[in-house]
DNA sequence: GGTCGCTATTTTGCATTCATTTTTTGTCAT
DNA sequence: ATGACAAAAAATGAATGCAAAATAGCGACC
């Protein structure tokens, strides 16, 4: 059998930890929605390599189902734009070129964009509070060069100006474009230059300064050049080489 | 046969114009994918009322197929957040809470902000001066008190505005939620206040100027404002009766 | 040796069928 | 008449079957 997906040994995660909940109406209930959420995980996170086919008969035997709940969740994967669908010649993971990966960020920029300006007529001081923690976390994390916790910090620093947006429907379309992106970022394994880094932490003090004064106008800006900043970053990563781990300011 | 769905003698139309091609790999061939387009529209137009059921059975004998591939449709038609299928129980018609259409409106305020901005980056001449013609043709409906005419040249307006972001994903994101809004739109027929249109053509003159001067964070706060204010006068509208069509400056 | 053309196998797309759940209906007792 | 319970009917969820298309295999020919 000439498969193209790589036997990981683990055949495609079974519960999922009810990871990404994104509304659309309990899909975890049925056969279709489960397989849904494990084929989404499975793809996101980069188990089968770009631009490969996908043979549905395959995955069935992985996922131990029959066609017809696979079908459902291929289409609804297309939808989402994970991957794409050949007439009659099924699904194959879709394969961004750069110029998809730039319209990417500039749409989760605008996002979150937005979701600064929305959180500034809501968040509360014990959320600001709570960012300023996350914010010298990752200040700690970048004195100590770890990349791995300061990305997550980073991360998590702006999933929570996305919560303090209190918008589901924009929580939904950020995770779902997300999740477009963290394909790549997983197969490319993203690093920052060094020297970005420390304008990264300048930008993000901006970011907290401009969410204390609730100025919407100015948050929103900051955030968009900060991710449009990152953009460059990671576009012009995908030519070079990775860089070693930044040195301490 | 207690059908939900009225009987407007016109069955799902069939040819659909290739009206919203959604880039989302060439669905148009299999017969699942010009079921989706039709079903899509049928949907958005409000042919079927709010949080009617969807009777697998009956759709099928209208579009005269067999179950599998609407139900393969209907799950991308749930993911898109048109509909939301309840375990066991079928399909719905998705119904749009207030906070739904506020949360909906925001992220579509977004979303223009943001095609605003990149716009700046991208936009020709010729395209301002096609924007400011389709001004002009709206002033004129304005005028004459048109309001038709002139809800489809704003439309136009703004979809102009989206294009010259020349960003594909922002333009399918952007489609995406603006047929959800639209199917509001049909069923409840929204109108604007008089005072509330002077208003606006205030505020399209102030995104033209912007827009020349290629004033992208500038143009981003007006569009942003514009759109929120928009969203207060639909929403507004949601629990008062409709106005007459308002009188000329 | 490489390419073209034909056949066999595999794979996809859709219809059909089966099992389970839900909904309706019908009956009976209060 | 009304409510509860039970059985019938219908609808959904998933599996299987079948025709059409695509891919692979193979040999002939240039």
Same mark, same amino acid.
Request: aromatic letters at 6%; charged letters at 30%; hydrophobic letters at 45%.
């Given at each position: 059998m000439k498969s193209t997906i790589p036997d990981t040994g683990v055949p495609i995660a079974p519960p999922a930890t009810n990871g990404g909940d994104r509304q659309e109406s309990r899909h975890e209930a049925s *056969?279709?929605?489960?397989? *849904?959420?494990?084929?989404?995980d499975y793809v996101v996170e980069g188990n089968i390599p770009d631009g490969a086919r996908v043979p549905e008969r395959q995955l069935c035997e992985m996922l131990?189902?029959?066609r017809t709940p696979l079908r459902e969740a291929l289409k609804v994967l297309a939808a989402e734009g994970l991957i794409e669908l050949l007439p009659n010649r099924?699904?194959?993971?879709r394969q961004l070129s750069q110029r998809d990966l730039e319209e990417l960020f500039d749409v989760m920029a605008g996002l979150e964009s937005l979701a600064g300006r929305l959180a500034c007529e809501a968040i509360t001081d014990e959320e600001i509070t709570a960012i300023e923690q996350l914010h010298y976390e990752m200040y700690g994390h970048y004195l100590r060069r770890d990349m791995h916790g300061y990305f997550q910090a980073n991360q998590r620093i702006h999933e929570s100006i996305v919560a303090a947006a209190r918008n589901?429907? *924009?929580?939904?379309?950020?995770?779902?474009?997300?999740?477009?992106?963290?394909?790549?970022?997983?197969?490319?394994?993203f690093a920052r230059k060094r020297q970005r880094w420390?304008?990264?932490?300048?930008?993000?003090?901006?970011?907290?300064d401009a969410l204390r004064r609730r100025a919407a106008s100015e948050l929103?800006?900051? *955030?968009?050049?900060?991710?449009?900043?990152?953009?460059?970053a990671a576009i012009e990563h995908l030519a070079e080489p990775e860089e070693d781990a930044p040195a301490a300011p």
């Open positions: *056969l279709h929605g489960e397989i *849904l959420l494990r084929l989404r131990g189902i029959s099924g699904a194959r993971i589901e429907t *924009l929580k939904t379309a950020y995770a779902n474009f997300a999740g477009r992106i963290r394909r790549v970022r997983y197969s490319a394994n420390a304008e990264a932490m300048r930008e993000h003090e901006a970011i907290l929103s800006d900051i *955030l968009f050049q900060h991710l449009r900043n990152k953009r460059m």
